[in-house]
């Protein structure tokens, strides 16, 4: 079944301790639809420029991505620039140009309103909670999130959560959003606020499901080396919701393996600056790493 | 088959933010030592002053441990007091007082120079090399270490590497002694120092065993509360070694095995003061919560 990909669609200027890529395709939506695409059709909800590079649009049709629901807008594409330190844990914004995003307002195709399965990538909770107005009774809606919005749009966030089935946020948001230091009494106190999934990201220590059937520790993949983290956490959540679009059965075992998923695709977009390394994988390399990652976590 | 274990023996004064205990039994040889005893039998070696409390030989004895390695010397029992910060992920020592433990030659009853297993506990590698000098063909040897042997006797560290099975140590120790930032890069170096085995503890992130067969990701049972951490990476080593002792079969997946026990027992002993909750629990309640510890890491 399909899924909807709502988020921001960006050209990144990245800047590591030993190399500067300049302008590549990036964003919330990018990293997670390319990610959701080896899995499940795609539809794309986002906005660009009239300076969009056409081979971008090129890159997300070789990856089967409907665009209808990418509008072309006169100005130009979200700028977002930022520099990693040596241990790549830490990044630093500088610079967010947000162009035509800065009056996105998502409007739905009609053919997109009845997608089953829905992932409002990380962009401003209010045009996650417009997208969902458009929504005719999904089967499953999964929200991702970042800190700047529970520091300046709490409320809207905090509504937003009584409307989907899954959160998707990092630790230290978790902790953030909860007033918790410990996360696994985080998660308990986030159910109260309305998901009956979360999980929660821990970059290189795996991830974390908690839902009715109890958790499920979830190994990332060991990468010796990290060239680029960016869009790392939006490709686990769109490899994650597109292996569910695709999984029969409950839904529980269907996230477990979704984010076996999720952490394989998040690990190859980490091998490469922006999409490069993720474009140019194929299902049957992600297929041959997620058989290795289980192999080294078999207990 | 039995298991010997040589480190401290200490009285620990512990405090955390909201608690404060004083003249605990620690030590990484008390530590390993009772986490052992719940799969094998043990023999300590050790040195206590005559100031040791009898009841703490009572709580060894009721974990079966053969104590005719423990030397009691005239002066004081080693003393070390330290101070955790609110996210019990920083540690501050307040005092160490060295006492009978300064003038410490192990001396192994020739009843214990057969023993097949041998944990060499975190001590200084001269003493760890002293009683491996004393030891007939041990059939499987596990040192673990910490950050002060790295900077004070890294030449005795660096020799004992090559006559030992196994390393324990934590990430950043893996880092510091590979002068490697990437842990995944640091286990492939340190395998050129000597052991066929390395188990890195990554604490709540659980622990990674490289060997022949590959790695192996083993998660950490979580916890909502933890009480107090001393001793958790010696429990884990101590309850690894043990497991493996009791365990037939081909060494690797005797460690994946030891490696889940040892993250269980290390969870019970974050969850008291010293060895108080650890010395209370029953192998049955170890087994329960392994079997947990599976059910949420099964992929």
Known sequence: MSVLIVGSVALDSIKTPKHEHNRLLGG???????????????????????????????????HGIDLDGLQVSPGKTFHWAGEYE???????????????FERFQPVLPPAYQNTPYVLLA???PALQHHVLDQMRRPRFVMADTM??????????????????????LNDSEARQLSHEDNVITAL??????GPKYLIVKKGEHGSILSGPG??????AFPLERVCDPTGAGDSFAGAL????????????????????????????CCEGFGLTRTAKVTREQIDARVA????????
Chains 1, 2 share one sequence.
């Not at 109890?214 to 190994?219: N, Y």
Request: with cysteine; proline share 4%.
């Open 28 to 62: 919330s939506a990018s990293h997670a639809a390319v990610a959701a695409g080896f899995f499940a059709p795609v539809k794309l909800v986002g906005i660009v420029g009239d300076d969009f590079p056409r081979r971008h649009i090129g890159l997300y049709r070789r």
């Open 292 to 299: 290795t990652l289980r192999k080294m976590a078999a207990l």
């Open 241 to 268: 919701i597109g292996s569910l679009a695709n999984s029969r059965g409950p839904i529980e075992p269907g996230l477990r393996r979704g984010m076996l998923y999720g952490s394989v695709v998040a690990s190859f």
């Open 147 to 168: 800190d700047l919005w529970l520091n300046i749009a709490l409320d809207d966030l905090l509504r937003l959560l009584q409307r989907i089935d899954a959160l998707v």
């Open 122 to 124: 990380n962009i401003a």
């Open 86 to 100: 040596l241990n790549m844990n830490h990044r630093r914004t500088l610079k967010t140009e947000l162009g035509v």
């Open 188 to 193: 308990r106190k986030l159910h109260g606020l």
């Open 214 to 219: 109890g958790m499920f520790l979830c190994p």
